[in-house]
């Protein structure tokens, strides 16, 4: 299974904009990159997921790098409720297993 | 996005007795659902894929014995942990995914086996 590698944690202050990377060097043609984040005792929230192009939802953007090596979650305007462990995971299309790694954990200031 | 429900949200048992825990899709068929297990400040790990109507396929140390899968509808998946001990408490999450679609998660169900 594809890895990838995030930092343990980040921080930010409200309304400021936050960008998340993630790195997936062994990431192989079919894969597709997902986001998802976990607020304490939920499960996974599904926030944004692409292939190769760059992608924007009412959540979040998706920055992808040309060579698909890493990508940049992009949160625009942070809010308190955004503070949650932020996962980056490479899905399979064969198996469609989603394999969790650390991920990162964001806390937002006031 | 699509809903997925957990039943029961948190279940105190006693060691040695067996715990079913359900994972409903409310409101999409659900061709696969996947289980997972989370540990206290720790990722989710994948315990086993589940398809309807066929035998749940079960990660590489995962005892299938100990976590009965079943798929028996579109929108139903059950696991049942047998013979609990301490060791088994843990955060179990469900998700379910419609064909060509997302993967939509539960809210998880929190298993302490005393």
């Known amino acids: 299974d594809a890895k990838t590698t995030q930092p343990n944690s980040m921080e930010s202050n409200e309304e400021e904009p936050v960008h998340l990377p993630c790195n997936h060097s062994t990431i192989s043609g079919t894969d597709y990159i997902h986001w998802y984040r976990q607020l304490p005792s939920q499960g996974p929230e599904y926030v944004i997921h692409g292939l190769t192009s760059n992608v924007n939802n009412r959540m979040a953007s998706l920055a992808i790098a040309e060579d698909r090596k890493s990508s940049t979650l992009i949160l625009h305007r942070a809010t308190l409720r955004d503070a949650a462990v932020y996962y980056c995971?490479?899905?399979?299309?064969?198996?469609?297993?989603?394999?969790f790694g650390t991920g990162t954990r964001l806390q937002v200031f006031p | 996005g699509a809903v997925v429900s957990q039943h029961p949200s948190r279940v105190i048992c006693k060691s040695g007795t067996s715990v079913k825990i359900e994972c409903r899709s409310l409101d999409f068929q659900a061709t696969t659902m996947f289980w997972y297990r989370q540990f206290p400040k720790q990722s989710l790990m994948l315990m086993a894929t589940?398809?309807?109507?066929?035998?749940?396929?079960?990660e590489q140390g995962v005892e299938k014995d100990k976590f009965l899968i079943n798929h028996a509808s579109l929108t139903l998946s059950t696991l049942t942990v047998t013979s609990a001990h301490p060791e088994d408490s843990s955060f179990y999450i469900c998700?379910?995914?419609?064909?060509?679609?997302?993967?939509?998660f539960g809210p998880g169900t929190r298993l302490t086996v005393l």
């Open positions: 589940s398809n309807e109507g066929s035998k749940a396929t079960y």
């Open positions: 998700s379910a995914r419609q064909f060509g679609n997302e993967q939509f």
């Open positions: 995971i490479l899905r399979d299309v064969t198996t469609d297993k989603l394999i």
